[in-house]
């Protein structure tokens, strides 16, 4: 019953369980995947590059837009995967509660779902930049590749920590969307992380364990750069995720069922 | 070699979480809340002891609250007890109730390999049987509708379905016979006594005494979570049934 073949089996049905129910009964489907991100992005264009007039620096030659559009796609699946799997277990307390399968397979099914979705986004992203006259790089074949595995580190980590936490605090949930929000301003989207001046601010946003990872995605898209030093840090925090989720899963699932 | 065993076990609860009363309630009661933590338990189970061999079937029954639920969760694995032992071999299916783990979306055909991956078997596995499980189901046609719209006994047929094509040394049965209608229930019937030839051990929880004494040749009678009687089912029945009979007199 805990054979890899079984477990890989399960995962592939629960994955494809979320992936069919997602959109099952709406008009667009997987177009919301897209519709999301880029809305949010034309809003980030519209109140910080129109109204604001945020510029890109002198000497890099890509749109703001662009710039967005590169940060928020990778942000959206992070945010979504982190939220949703704060909820994954309350929301299958039916299973909980009945069958005895391996639970941090659960939130691994919702980090898997929203990365496919991402990877459903990866043609969209490559078609703006060559909209906006950029030069496909050869780096993107195996940078991209990189980098998501270093963000699903970090999302999966992250999942199973706060889905197990929100069974036993159910305020959780709410405290998560807001501290994602918080996050989300922290970490280098809508604005790069050379455009921090403040030398002191500079050092303190790699306490963010996101800010490498998106300095890593901007580079790679925007410049074709692959930072390998970004890019070690990035996995090293997706370790430190996944260990302290694996950890605090570990401890309390043998509670789960009595708190759902 | 017991199949099933429980050895003096116990399953407290803690009531009522106090930090679900909100934040305000809990800074302004602090010391209450903190007194009440450690005394509010609910003891569902309390030193029960009792095992099964291979092939043996055994009816649990009990007045509602008596710990029969709690019992199957521990036996499925998803509890664990608060103190003794329970020791279970091989592959433990708990039958779900109503579609418990079906996705009310999903078609009944893309439920059925969920619940049956969920419940033990690789899909390959699901696959092969596929064809079976709806033949057995009687769905027809609607097999390929989402499963919001079958109706209470339509999800029962479904779930035994799936349940009755697993791999499985250990059933677990929680009062989900009643929603079929007549013919479906004895056809259940008829394939959970193949089981037992079969050598599946079963543990079967039920209001439904015919049902018990007719499936099962031991029971068990649970009393706020002690063991108030253990033996032949038809003793045990009739000795249920007329306390039942007293108290409500």
């Known amino acids: 019953m805990s054979s890899l073949e079984y477990k890989v089996d399960l995962v592939y049905e629960l994955t494809s369980k979320e992936l069919k129910a997602r959109y099952k009964n709406s008009l667009l489907g997987y177009l919301w995947s897209l519709l999301n991100p880029l809305a949010l992005s034309l809003v980030f264009y519209v109140g910080l590059g129109v109204i604001l007039q945020a510029k890109v620096p002198p000497g890099e030659n890509y749109p703001y837009f662009l710039m967005l559009i590169c940060g928020l796609f990778p942000w959206q699946w992070l945010a979504n995967s982190v939220n949703a799997g704060a909820n994954v277990y309350i929301g299958n307390a039916n299973l909980i509660r009945k069958v005895a399968f391996p639970r941090e397979l659960l939130p691994l099914a919702t980090v898997l779902n929203d990365l496919l979705h991402f990877v459903a986004c990866l043609p969209v992203i490559v078609l703006f930049l060559l909209l906006a006259g950029m030069r496909p790089s050869v780096q993107w074949i195996w940078g991209v590749p990189a980098l998501m595995a270093a963000e699903f580190l970090i999302a999966y980590g992250l999942a199973l920590a706060v889905g197990s936490l929100n069974l036993f605090f159910r305020d959780l949930a709410n405290l998560v969307s807001l501290l994602l929000q918080m996050l989300f301003y922290l970490t280098p989207i809508v604005y790069a992380l050379d455009w921090i001046k403040q030398p002191l601010l500079r050092k303190l946003i790699f306490i963010n364990p996101v800010t490498p990872l998106f300095a890593c995605w901007h580079d790679l898209l925007l410049k074709g750069r692959f930072d390998g030093g970004y890019f070690g840090l990035s996995i090293l925090y997706g370790l430190i995720a996944l260990v302290l989720g694996l950890a605090v899963h570990h401890r309390l699932k043998g509670k789960f069922a009595e708190m759902t | ?249």
């Open chain 2, 1 to 249: 070699m017991a199949v099933v065993e429980f050895q003096q076990v116990t399953k407290r609860y803690t009531l009522c979480d106090p930090l679900r009363g909100g934040i305000k309630n809990f800074l302004f009661r602090f010391p209450q809340i903190i007194r009440k933590l450690r005394q509010n338990k609910f003891t569902a189970l309390d030193g029960v002891s009792f095992s099964l061999e291979r092939g043996q079937a055994l009816a649990v029954i009990g007045p509602n609250g008596a710990g029969k639920s709690t019992m199957l969760c521990l036996l499925a694995g998803v509890l664990l007890p608060t103190e003794g032992k329970v020791h279970v071999g091989g592959n433990v299916c708990p039958l779900l109730e109503l579609g418990a783990g079906f996705h009310p979306d999903l078609t009944g055909r893309e439920n059925i390999s969920l619940n049956g991956v969920l419940l033990g078997l690789t899909r390959k596995q699901v696959r092969q049987r596929l064809g079976d499980i709806i033949e057995f189901s009687e769905l027809g046609d609607f097999i390929d509708q989402p499963v919001r719209t079958y109706s209470a006994g339509m999800l029962g047929r479904l779930g035994f379905s799936v349940a009755a094509h697993l791999d499985m040394d250990v059933l677990l049965v929680d009062e989900v016979l009643s929603v079929g209608d007549a013919s479906f229930q004895a056809k259940c019937m008829d394939r959970m006594h193949k089981f037992m030839h079969g050598g599946v051990t079963t543990v079967f929880v039920s209001h439904d005494m015919p049902a018990v004494r007719a499936l099962c040749p031991d029971a068990l009678w649970l009393e706020k979570g002690r063991v108030r009687m253990l033996g032949p089912s038809g003793q045990v029945v009739s000795a249920y049934l007329q306390s039942q009979a007293e108290s409500h007199a």
